[in-house]
């Protein structure tokens, strides 16, 4: 995760936004400056006066009403929704992550019982060539079975494909060049069995893009505040103080002290038009703001919902996948021992063996999916996202443990949620 380049470039974001929120902060502090300046005259070739100035020029505003001070909330809510940003793309990152892997695993699966398949149909093509030469079976039978065996190798190229191509997207996700991938298989994986029927609503809340949204809104409603105090007048306090040798028309030598000190009092009166316009515009965009946040809810709801219907159809296809796979087996063995005692073509052997290869790379894929399935449901809920001693953020991986650990807990039924 360290080498991905957009989970780099959203935590320089947020070390952009930490910085633009120290700059609103300081401006509540006074100004402070040193401005020196000398000048050298002569009139009619009259012996030339030299005059200096070393000021100390320092400048306050007085934020009475507000304008700073709503600044430096919306910094503050920008720092809160550019680590938001950083932690959906690390939630991205890690769901990307993991699918691509099983996804692996699921390749490596389905080319390892196309390679079990071939194996075993190129021995049929040797059994068939024997009845042949004994007078059990004709040409035709060996051509078919040929066709259907190449056709298979030629999926196993394919799948070989897959593979190379996945591990490669894995290696230039996580920063690496393209490259094979360490793995394990797919039977040794542990994914949770049970699954609730709703979700704690408090989870959504953790959710990364929950908390950008609702951040984007906090700023927008602070960029509103911002826009009204431009028709309230502004109060700056601003003085000067150094040494001078020049004090009115005449020139003193050795210079003298200086003071000066001036308050200024600034009330808008012909740009009122300008200032309801950004008014104007600040309210569309909060507006805008409140309805992206109650939409990201709503999205959250449905790929929460989609994550659980995901699961259960995977599972129950599953069921589904495995007595489907038991039958074929039988109908290949019954096949075989009809062929052998004259009661069946081969034509009929070819299509049971390749149901039941269908049927078990179906089950590899439903498998994956259920993987897939519980995968999306943990994003769903915000899983992945947390640093654990993130600056902004509270803890959120005990809730999601808690959640596939303890189905007893209270939690909204599909249609509250």
């Not at 120290?22 to 002569?42: D, K």
């Not at 390679?115 to 042949?132: F, Y």
């Not at 569309?284 to 939409?295: H, L």
């Amino acid at each position: 995760m360290r080498n991905n380049s957009d989970l780099q470039t959203a935590r320089l974001q947020v070390e952009a936004a930490q910085a633009s929120l120290m700059a609103s902060r300081l401006a509540f502090l006074p100004s402070l400056a040193i401005s020196p300046e000398g000048t050298v005259s002569s009139y009619d070739h009259s012996k030339a006066t030299q005059t200096y100035q070393l000021p100390l020029v320092s400048s306050w505003e007085l934020d009475i009403s507000g304008r700073l001070l709503n600044a430096s909330r919306g910094s503050y809510t920008s720092l809160l929704q550019s680590e938001a940003y950083r932690r959906m793309v690390q939630s991205s990152l890690i769901t990307n992550i993991a699918n691509l892997y099983y996804t692996l695993l699921m390749l490596d699966q389905q080319v390892s019982i196309t390679q079990s398949t071939l194996l075993l149909w190129w021995e049929n093509i040797r059994v068939l060539e024997a009845m042949k030469e004994a007078g059990m079976t004709n040409e035709a039978a060996i051509v078919q079975s040929r066709a259907n065996t190449h056709q298979v190798e030629a999926s196993l190229f394919t799948l070989q494909q897959q593979v190379r191509e996945t591990e490669n997207t894995l290696a230039v996700l996580i920063g690496h060049p393209p490259q094979q991938i360490e793995r394990n298989k797919l039977e040794a994986q542990y994914l949770p069995e049970y699954l609730r029927a709703g979700v704690p609503v408090q989870l959504l809340a953790n959710r990364p893009d929950i908390q950008y949204a609702e951040m984007q809104l906090a700023t927008a409603f602070y960029n509103t505040n911002q826009a009204r105090t431009a028709f309230y007048p502004q109060l700056t306090i601003s003085g000067n103080a150094g040494w001078t040798n020049a004090a009115g028309t005449a020139v003193l030598n050795p210079g003298k002290l200086i003071l000066s000190a001036v308050a200024n009092l600034t009330q808008p009166i012909f740009n009122r038009g300008n200032n309801l316009a950004n008014l104007r515009i600040a309210e569309v965009q909060q507006q805008e703001a409140q309805i992206n946040f109650q939409q990201s809810l709503l999205q959250a709801g449905k790929e929460v919902s989609d994550a659980l219907y995901q699961y259960e159809a995977a599972d129950s296809r599953m069921l589904e996948d495995r007595s489907q796979i038991d039958n074929l087996e039988k109908a290949v063995q019954y096949t075989q021992a009809l062929f052998r005692a004259g009661s069946s073509t081969y034509l009929e052997i070819l299509t049971a063996q390749q149901s039941l290869l269908n049927a078990q790379l179906t089950e590899v894929n439903d498998l994956f999916d259920r993987m897939q399935a519980i995968i999306n449901l943990y994003t769903a809920l915000g899983g992945g996202s947390n640093d654990y001693n993130g600056p902004y953020w509270g803890g959120l991986q005990p809730a999601i443990d808690n959640y596939f650990s303890n189905p007893g807990d209270v939690c909204l039924i599909e249609g509250d949620l």
